[in-house]
């Protein structure tokens, strides 16, 4: 036994020693002497407060940042950065400058860094951050009650007429929760890398979403099926509720979001197409109910599960919003309504096949075709 192991942690050691010789004794620095060090700066999130300007920022580069200067509108302005000292890579600070921004103005913002870079940031509407207090916390949790648990619950308000579907009915209904699937899958997956294309260069934000995707979905999937058994019926809805609570989520972010940006507007539109879209959501979480009698406790345990998450989102997206939280969100979202696509394709094929033998058909396409159309449609009033 022991014979077996020692080529293989012989060969452990050679591939430790090779990178601790390339990292510590970095002999391919001569390759690049006389090369500056290359910096790079992400602004994270601006937050416009009574008495300045904060801003969140990433370094991004190989070399170490040390801001030295900060411009304001083309002037240079004094500014406090907590905690002091150079950015590592990958580092955060918070930067405070104390100046009297404009409201609805747009303020140019220069840093410059002690070798000299320059890293540009806009803030194109200065509209005052909303202060953390109660009362704030109450209307946004109030926004994210309308867009997730009012209508996630109408739509569960249907289960008693999906009860009185036939099996070819059942087949059409659970086909179309497929499509409504389908739909999040893709939006919120795009939502992913949208909010990674902001991240740094280095956290390859791109096949971190890939990647994480399907690990969520995997882990979903291998706790879903522990002790041998595959979800139906009320585990199933559960791990429905799971996946569009998480999409939700993403629904409140974009939301708080643009709340806090002053765009009362979007966020209006917003809310009325979520609210819109949540409707056919709480259908989707019913459908692989149909043929059970669960309790009016479960069925508000699965309004709050997906509809819940709204609020969080909502909070989050005010207050704490950064590219790196809000595509672990969104990767979440995705990875669990993956999961959810897979077990509910199978149930259906397993339903279809015990009963009539004559697998899937044309029912199910169509009712595929209409998930997704009335996601479509229904989303458009987001697409402001």
């Not at 170490?64 to 004094?78: L, M």
């Not at 209006?268 to 009698?293: C, D, K, Q, W, Y």
Request: glycine share 10%.
């Amino acid at each position: 036994m022991i014979r077996s192991l020692w080529a293989p942690a012989a060969g452990l050691l050679l591939t430790l020693a090779l990178v601790g010789f390339f990292l510590v004794v970095r002999p391919l620095d001569r390759l690049t002497e006389g090369v500056p060090p290359r910096e790079a700066l992400v602004v994270e999130a601006s937050r416009l407060r009574p008495d300045g300007i904060e801003l969140v920022l990433r370094a991004d580069g190989a070399a170490p940042v040390r801001i030295a200067q900060v411009q304001v509108d083309g002037a240079y302005w004094r500014f406090v950065q907590e905690p002091p000292g150079a950015l590592a890579r990958l580092g955060t600070v918070r930067l405070f400058l104390p100046y009297p921004w404009q409201q609805g103005a747009t303020h140019h913002l220069r840093l410059v860094s002690a070798t000299g870079a320059t890293f540009d940031h806009t803030i194109e509407v200065a509209i005052a951050t909303p202060p953390l207090t109660a009362a704030t916390l109450g209307l946004y949790g109030l926004v994210g009650l309308a867009i997730g648990v009012v209508p996630v619950a109408i739509g569960l308000l249907g289960w008693p007429l999906l009860r009185r579907l036939s099996q070819d009915g059942l087949g059409f209904v659970l086909s179309l929760t497929l499509g409504l699937l389908a739909f999040l899958f893709l939006d919120t997956f795009a939502e992913a890398l949208a909010a990674a294309a902001r991240l740094p260069a280095a956290l390859r934000g791109e096949a971190v979403v890939w990647l994480a995707t399907l690990l969520v979905a995997l882990a979903l999937f291998a706790s879903g099926r522990r002790g041998g058994t595959v979800p139906e019926a009320a585990s199933l809805a559960f791990f429905v509720a799971l996946g569009i609570g998480l999409h939700n989520l993403g629904e409140g972010l974009a939301v708080g979001a643009a709340l806090a940006t002053g765009e009362a507007a979007l966020a209006s539109f917003l809310v009325a197409g979520f609210t819109l879209h949540n409707v056919s959501e709480g259908l989707g979480i019913a459908a692989p109910l149909v043929r059970e009698r669960p309790s009016f406790a479960f069925f508000s345990g699965l309004a709050l599960l997906a509809g819940l998450p709204a609020i969080v989102g909502s909070w989050a997206g005010a207050f704490v919003a950064t590219p790196l939280p809000v595509t672990l969100c969104f990767v979440a979202a995705a990875g669990a309504i993956l999961q959810v696509m897979v077990e509910l394709a199978a149930w259906l094929v397993r339903s279809e096949t015990s009963t009539s033998g004559a697998g899937l058909r044309l029912a199910h396409l169509a009712g595929f075709a209409l998930g997704l159309a009335v996601m479509y449609a229904t989303g458009l009033w987001t697409a402001v």
